[in-house]
């Protein structure tokens, strides 16, 4: 940081600060990981255990044979999936926003801004009973379709694009390039950055998504894995051993995925102009 | 003719934001009028099977939402949660960014993402852990305190008790983001300013108070107003924890609002209500850049 002289006694001072902190904040993920190895007896017993005294697989493997966790896995891979497609909407708007002129460009974005605004109540409802007459409750369809465009994203990459020169753009034109070809080979290169940050987030976004699966899928052949989770923990209230297995299950892949990109994402706050 | 050739020669802008444009009008602008729409109806179950048996009421949802004294409840609870919460996010995310910020060294990387990582923990998974945590009888909260001979504490099942430990997970999740848009922005303050103040002497107390904090007003602000309007749409923590209980006591605005909605089916109702939550967002996020207004005046 800026200040060169730094007093040693400071120093030790934050980083003390810093891991009781650190310390405090994971204890949550610590007992997870710990009690999701102990058999179901060892969970209940007081005092309890850091370290499982027996540890065991046998909450995962549990997961897998007598809970439908193979199937929610499946679904939240489906739905990952499509919210890609969906990032790509929303990079494809961004371009568009920021690249061309073409008649009531500022009005639609500004709508675009405007339902950032509207908070998800006021929409829930009216999008279940259009799901509805549309005949898409308790389908996939239903499930994916009305996260795909993001308002926020599609702002993100506006913001990015627009720093792309438009000089770059005019020589594959001249070149020949056809728009499409432009996009796909020049832009999304340029702006690997912001497609960092935001496939990240929307990763995390469609593993963890939760509200909208549960109001529209009624069949546990649609549950995704916090779903399933969420009947889990109903239907075993108290075997907390299989409960933290599942948690485990979901937040350790998050987690690895985080600690690889982190570094993307707080640049990605950086360029967004926040400051 | 030429006005349709002229599209046809224009139409790549209009293909690029297409896609994503009518994704949103279906799913988010045509829902806020159907919203309000609703809102002065009693559509429930009934009127979704019959469409004949929907009647207009006029405003009589909105009437009958102040007199209702769940409504009321959930209004007191929200206020609650965002007058202690907001706070307590905005203190401890610009604390920690100011921590983190302090070294570059690969040990404040790994606690960046320490300190990160509740934010992007699934809301059900945290629900499970702190579930467990929070346990009366087996969890570990009460286990240290029973060390410090306190007695067991009913963390979920008393009214207040249980607003606050929603409070304290929802701030332990709430960190995460706030913190990386300070550290961005602290990151983003010129090196000179800094060497500038230290070469007038100004030790670190004073660098933190007249330098750091002044110019991240801008980050202040826009964690604050997003933030406040976040909380006013609290609903992720209490509806997997409590489920509004013990006796409403940690039933918030946008929870009324879904259970009126999905669970009783009162759709009407339920647009109303999350009407009134709108305005109130409004009101507050305008108050909120009234202030900021006549802060910046002098």
Not at chain 1, 186 to 201: D, S
Not at chain 2, 98 to 105: H, I, K, Q, R
Request: glycine share 6%; aromatic share 16%.
């Amino acid at each position: 940081m800026a200040i060169k002289k730094k007093s040693k006694a400071g120093n030790y001072l934050v980083i003390t600060l810093m891991l009781l902190g650190g310390i405090a904040v994971s204890i949550p993920f610590i007992w997870m990981i710990s009690s999701s190895f102990k058999p179901e007896s060892e969970v209940l017993a007081i005092p309890p255990t850091i370290f499982p005294e027996n540890p065991t697989l046998d909450n995962y493997i549990n997961l897998f044979t007598n809970m439908n966790f193979t199937v929610y896995l499946r679904n939240t891979l489906i739905i990952v999936f499509f919210s890609f497609i969906g990032l790509l909407f929303n990079a494809m708007a961004g371009y568009g926003f920021a690249k061309y002129e073409f008649k009531g460009r500022e009005k639609v974005f500004y709508l675009v801004l405007a339902t950032m605004m509207i908070p998800g109540q006021v929409t829930m409802i009216p999008v279940y009973l259009l799901l509805n007459e549309m005949g898409l409750t308790n389908t996939m369809t239903g499930i994916i379709l009305p996260g795909l465009a993001v308002a926020f994203s599609i702002f993100l990459f506006r913001q990015f694009m627009t720093t792309i020169p438009n000089d770059l753009i005019e020589a594959a034109r001249l070149d020949g390039a056809g728009e499409f070809y432009i996009f796909f080979r020049l832009v999304m290169p340029i702006a690997k950055p912001i497609f960092a940050v935001q496939g990240i987030l929307t990763f995390i976004a469609g593993w963890n998504s939760f509200l909208w699966p549960l109001i529209i899928a009624n069949d546990e052949s649609l549950y995704t894995l916090s779903v399933g989770l969420s009947l889990l923990q109903g239907q075993y209230a108290n075997n907390f051993a299989l409960q933290m297995a599942g948690a485990a299950f979901m937040v350790v892949p998050i987690i690895i995925i985080f600690s690889f990109f982190q570094k993307y994402i707080v640049e990605g706050f950086t360029m967004s102009g926040i400051k | 003719m030429s006005n349709f050739n002229k599209m046809i020669k224009n139409r790549h802008p209009y293909m690029f934001i297409a896609p994503a444009v009518l994704l949103l009008t279906v799913f988010s602008l045509i829902p806020i009028l159907i919203a309000f729409v609703i809102s002065f109806t009693d559509l429930n179950l009934k009127g979704l099977a019959d469409w004949s048996s929907i009647t207009f009421i006029g405003v009589e949802n909105y009437k009958d939402l102040f007199s209702d004294n769940t409504f009321i409840k959930s209004v007191f609870n929200t206020a609650f949660y965002v007058v202690i919460g907001v706070p307590l996010v905005i203190f401890f995310s610009l604390s920690i960014a100011l921590m983190l910020n302090y070294g570059t060294s690969k040990l404040f990387t790994v606690f960046r993402a320490v300190y990160y990582m509740p934010s992007i923990t699934n809301i059900i998974a945290v629900a499970v852990i702190w579930g467990y945590l929070y346990n009366t009888e087996y969890g570990l909260f009460n286990y240290l305190l029973s060390l410090l001979t306190v007695d067991n504490i009913p963390w979920l099942e008393e009214p207040t008790i249980a607003k606050l430990s929603l409070i304290l997970l929802a701030v332990w999740k709430g960190i995460g983001i706030n913190m990386i848009i300070f550290l961005a922005a602290l990151q983003g303050i010129p090196r000179s300013y800094y060497e500038a103040a230290e070469m007038d002497g100004a030790n670190r107390l004073q660098v933190l108070f007249n330098v750091t904090l002044p110019l991240l007003r801008y980050a202040t602000f826009f964690v604050t107003i997003t933030t406040l309007i976040g909380w006013m749409q609290f609903f992720e923590e209490p509806f997997v924890m409590t489920d509004g209980g013990p006796l409403d006591g940690t039933i918030s605005i946008a929870l009324f609002i879904y259970k009126e909605g999905f669970q009783f089916s009162e759709f009407g109702y339920a647009a109303a209500g999350s009407f009134i939550l709108f305005a109130m967002i409004i009101i507050v996020t305008m108050i909120q850049f009234k202030l900021r207004k006549s802060d910046t005046e002098y």
